[in-house]
């Protein structure tokens, strides 16, 4: 934060403290994710992981990714990535690998975006702070972390769409930008794109979006580039119809709740359960603390460096109504789509769409206010009462990543022993199904296994049960070659 001087109003004995309490959250960002890395390590197949396999793990690789496409649904990018996992090796043995990749790829993504939001203007310290701050709050907040991270099949579609989705407005912003030589950042953007669409429907809801506005205000009010947006734009229809036309979407849709593709009803639902979680994520007092912590940064990149003097507030106020629109949208669309409340997997990645928004929403309204500003106003802004407020904030910011349950389960499964005990509880069932079928010679035989009691807070997903029909059972009998398993 040195960088700082130049303009904030001097007092040694805040600057410093504000200078090491900067660097203790920094190390206290650092430790609040490294746990959730190392329980990659222990994660194990669970809910339809088995099914998947039984699917893919033989036969035609294209033949799987069509079939798929055509008799159950539409994320052809999802569909890729699942059955290239599957036939790569054992997924027992494997399946630690992508989720570990894929969290790792999330806050390169991060990085990317953030570097781009900067405009390359901001030192690599100042966007390392920022992409980590971002992603370890959202994956300490998250509804649900197993389902995002620590269960394959749902990082398959939403982790990896995530990553696309985050890679694809970084290059839709570059492109933006880029009134030169717009090739690259074309180039990724339409390959970007058609990946995040393909992962999953609330990816299509938010880049349609925001492509055709890009597209409108380029092509009829600027003028800028109108044949790369030309080509951006039908790269995102033709990915969003390539998705959502999918025969196997209507093969699916027979299955859904009678009250599934009721427009008022699911009208009236959105609005009350995406009212309920926007009002939920923007009243969580560490959002306000993090947003607080990192108005020092964003005001010195856009009144020291220069960046973001098109701010608006027209702007501004069409950023809002884009993310109420993008929250409430998706709602509906899953209210549509089956008549029942999002799961947590979907849930996961709305909530990643608030947060890139809600920051956006942010950094223009610090825009606004910074432009054309002389530096007596940004002083009054950094007066000592402020210094003192943003100081307290940074404390408390720190207090709950320590305190927060995500980062408390943890730390809890990884060092008290609940994640080494599920991991070799697992290897015991295993071994034990293992052991049952070699004993039943040609037979298949019926197992019963011990049910897992305590599983770690952070790590499980879901399990099979008693109940042998169930549909988790019947993925992991398939998997095994057994008639039937059940827990005792």
């Not at 309490?21 to 809910?47: E, G, K, M, Q, R």
């Not at 939001?117 to 100042?126: D, L, P």
């Not at 300490?140 to 197993?146: E, G, N, R």
């Not at 002389?374 to 910011?397: A, G, N």
Request: net charge positive; aromatic share 18%; hydrophobic share 50%.
């Amino acid at each position: 934060m040195d960088d700082l001087r130049s303009f904030l109003p001097w007092n040694n004995a805040l600057y410093t403290l504000q200078n090491a309490l900067y660097l203790v959250l920094f190390v206290l960002l650092i430790a609040a994710i490294i746990p959730f890395f190392l329980l990659t390590f222990y994660a194990h197949p669970s809910a339809d992981d088995f099914s998947y396999a039984v699917a893919y793990r033989t036969g035609d690789f294209w033949n799987h990714v069509v079939g798929e496409y055509l008799t159950w649904k539409g994320r052809y990018f999802a569909i890729f990535v699942t059955v290239l996992f599957h036939q790569s090796g054992d997924m027992i043995v494997n399946y630690k690998y992508p989720l570990l990749l894929f969290l790792t790829s999330l806050f390169f993504a991060l990085y990317y975006l953030v570097r781009t939001v900067f405009e390359e203007k901001a030192s690599f310290w100042q966007t390392l702070f920022c992409t980590l701050a971002f992603g370890t709050f959202y994956i300490i907040t998250l509804p649900k972390v197993s389902a995002a991270l620590y269960w394959a099949d749902g990082a398959f579609q939403y982790q990896v769409g995530s990553i696309f989705f985050l890679l694809s407005v970084a290059s839709l912003l570059r492109l933006y930008r880029k009134v030169n030589n717009p090739f690259l950042p074309t180039l990724t953007s339409v390959l970007f794109i058609f990946a995040a669409i393909g992962s999953t429907e609330i990816f299509m809801i938010s880049l349609s979006t925001l492509v055709g506005l890009i597209f409108l205000y380029k092509f009829f009010i600027l003028k800028q580039n109108r044949l790369h947006w030309s080509v951006v734009l039908a790269v995102t229809v033709s990915s969003s119809a390539l998705l959502v036309l999918a025969p196997g979407n209507a093969i699916r849709m027979r299955l859904a709740s009678e009250n599934s593709q009721q427009f008022w009803f699911s009208v009236s639902r959105s609005i009350y359960h995406g009212g309920e979680a926007l009002i939920n994520w923007i009243s969580h007092p560490a959002l306000w603390f993090l947003s607080i912590v990192f108005i020092p940064v964003a005001l010195y990149l856009f009144y020291i460096k220069g960046i973001r003097k098109d701010a608006s507030w027209t702007r501004l106020l069409l950023i809002l109504a884009l993310l109420i629109g993008q929250i409430w949208i998706s709602f509906f669309a899953t209210w549509w789509a089956a008549a029942n409340p999002a799961p947590w997997r979907t849930l996961n990645v709305i909530y990643l769409v608030f947060l890139v928004g809600w920051f956006f929403l942010l950094l223009e309204l610090i825009a606004v206010i910074s432009k054309n500003r002389k530096l007596v106003y940004i002083d009054r802004l950094f007066s000592i009462p402020t210094r003192v407020l943003m100081l307290t904030s940074i404390i408390l910011l720190s207090v709950l990543l320590i305190s927060k349950s995500h980062v408390r389960g943890a730390y809890g499964d990884l060092l008290g022993g609940g994640a080494a005990a599920y991991d070799n509880f697992m290897k015991e069932r295993y071994a034990y199904i293992k052991q049952q079928k070699k004993n039943a010679g040609q037979e298949r035989p019926a197992v019963i296994v011990e049910k897992m009691n305590n599983p770690p807070r952070i790590l499980v997903y879901t399990d099979i049960s008693r109940d042998k029909s169930d549909w988790r059972n019947n993925g992991y009998a398939r998997y095994f070659g057994l008639s039937s398993i059940v827990t005792k």
